[in-house]
């Protein structure tokens, strides 16, 4: 008996783009992947995914493993599941042990691996193109592209097995021209976003140019990629489809996660929040743990939880320096149940932290102006969203209406009205 260990749904998609990924065991423990259209609507978009399979496997030839899909009768898709290292997991480990030099080159030459240069070809606008992609692009004479480009080739995406490189998705595949250097700057950009607080990246020209990335050129790659999320995301999350530098869960375009399911953290340093100072993080089932560094010179922390209403609860929020936790200040868009517990019932839900400077500082007792900051501490977050307006809604009801019977509750006992009489009782 075949058992579903696993499955992910992609509810901001479209309808026509909406597939559910599902994780199933055999009962001798052999795990098997199926992609299941969410609607009638879905089929054909599934059904062209062994085209674009057979298409990559030209382009890239031996050196690179498709993963391999088949139809069945029944209108699902089945996958072959593939074990193995992801380039996400080595560059994630160089980062931690040698640092960015080290991950930065090994990124580049898998960048230069996954965009092979004897493969380019002089780039031609097609009505495709402009479909996808926007007919306000205006093409450069001097770009390039490959003859099939494939948005997900995210490192998440790419397996070690052995002596093979796989490649896990490819949903997102296409057979007309599209510019080499924005599918460059995409797979540049979802991967180096999650470690920007690390990076402490101060030349986001300069930064770019590393990889080959024109800065003249990023906000044509950013205009494009808001044009690409804006046909696949239904109208809700066309909204928030548009945020300059808004990068995708670790899974691609419109994945499970969805741009609702995200954990943003900005770290103000004295100019005001902007999103190239902050950090995204995919939240699994929504949920995530963190424990994260915070840049040297940061004033006040901001914690955006995804873009729509919802339930914020933390297993924990605090700030430790040298093992020792910081006191900070708390402050919210939406209602506070209590110090673990938020209910937002509008979208783009915010929660500020902002330092308390302790009495025994120096600078407390001496007076001085100069205000604390979290530079060099360290985020502890666990934390859990749910729900949606409705129901965020219904809790902030439950809670005022909890809070107003505790008031009416104090205000009828005998203790209050005898200090009313002693403390309320108007002077003469």
């Given amino acids: 008996m075949n058992t579903l260990r696993f499955a992910k749904f992609s509810p901001e998609r479209r309808e026509k783009y909406r597939l559910v990924t599902e994780i199933w065991e055999d009962a001798c423990g052999n795990p098997m992947v199926r992609k299941v259209p969410a609607g009638s609507e879905a089929c054909e978009h599934l059904a062209s995914l062994p085209e674009k399979q057979a298409l990559l496997e030209r382009l890239y030839g031996p050196?690179?493993?498709?993963?391999?899909?088949?139809?069945?009768?029944?209108?699902?898709?089945?996958?072959?599941?593939?074990?193995?290292?992801s380039m996400e997991q080595t560059l994630d480990e160089l980062f931690r042990t040698k640092g960015f030099e080290a991950a930065a080159e090994a990124f580049l030459a898998q960048?230069?691996?996954?965009?092979?240069?004897?493969?380019l070809e002089k780039f031609v606008p097609s009505e495709d193109f402009a479909f996808w992609f926007g007919?306000?692009?205006?093409?450069?004479?001097?770009?390039?592209?490959?003859?099939?480009?494939?948005?997900?080739?995210?490192?998440?995406?790419?397996?070690?097995?052995?002596?093979?490189?796989?490649?896990?998705?490819?949903?997102?595949?296409f057979a007309f021209p599209v510019p080499a250097d924005y599918l460059r700057y995409r797979i540049v950009f979802y991967?180096?976003?999650?470690?920007?607080?690390?990076?402490?990246?101060?030349?986001?020209?300069?930064?770019?140019?590393?990889?080959?990335?024109?800065?003249?050129e990023l906000p044509i790659w950013q205009k494009m990629e808001e044009n690409f999320q804006k046909r696949i995301l239904n109208a809700v999350e066309e909204k928030t489809a548009g945020k300059e530098d808004q990068a995708l869960p670790d899974g691609g375009p419109g994945s499970a996660q969805g741009s609702a399911h995200r954990l943003q953290i900005y770290w103000n340093q004295?100019?005001?929040?902007?999103?190239?100072?902050?950090?995204?993080?995919d939240m699994p089932e929504r949920e995530i743990q963190l424990r994260i560094e915070?840049?040297?010179?940061?004033?006040?922390?901001?914690?955006?939880?995804g873009d729509v209403p919802c339930i914020c609860e933390f297993s924990e929020l605090s700030i430790e320096e040298n093992g020792q936790k910081r006191g900070f200040e708390l402050a919210a868009n939406g209602i506070m149940a209590d110090d673990r517990c938020f209910l937002f019932i509008e979208s783009d839900p915010n929660i500020y932290i902002t330092?308390?400077?302790?009495?025994?500082?120096?600078?407390?007792?001496?007076?001085?102006?100069?205000?604390?900051d979290f530079g060099g501490m360290t985020?502890?977050?666990?934390?859990?969203?749910?729900?949606n307006r409705a129901e965020a809604a219904r809790a902030a009801a439950e809670r005022i209406n909890a809070l107003r019977n505790r008031i009416e509750r104090i205000e009828s006992s005998r203790a209050y009205r005898l200090y009313r009489m002693i403390k309320g009782k108007p002077k003469d």
């Fill in 355 to 372: 330092p308390v400077q302790a009495a025994g500082d120096a600078a407390a007792q001496e007076g001085a102006g100069s205000p604390a």
């Fill in 135 to 173: 007919e306000d692009v205006a093409a450069h004479p001097g770009w390039m592209s490959l003859p099939v480009s494939n948005l997900d080739m995210i490192p998440a995406n790419l397996i070690r097995r052995g002596s093979e490189q796989v490649m896990l998705d490819y949903e997102w595949t």
């Fill in 191 to 216: 991967y180096f976003f999650r470690h920007a607080a690390k990076l402490s990246v101060t030349d986001r020209a300069a930064f770019y140019k590393r990889f080959g990335i024109r800065s003249r």
């Fill in 379 to 387: 985020l502890c977050i666990g934390l859990r969203t749910w729900g």
């Fill in 111 to 119: 960048l230069n691996w996954m965009i092979p240069e004897e493969k």
């Fill in 270 to 281: 004295g100019e005001g929040w902007g999103e190239e100072d902050s950090c995204l993080y």
């Fill in 294 to 305: 915070i840049p040297e010179g940061t004033a006040a922390l901001r914690i955006d939880p």
């Fill in 63 to 85: 050196a690179v493993c498709i993963n391999r899909c088949a139809l069945c009768e029944d209108g699902t898709l089945a996958i072959e599941y593939v074990d193995g290292t």
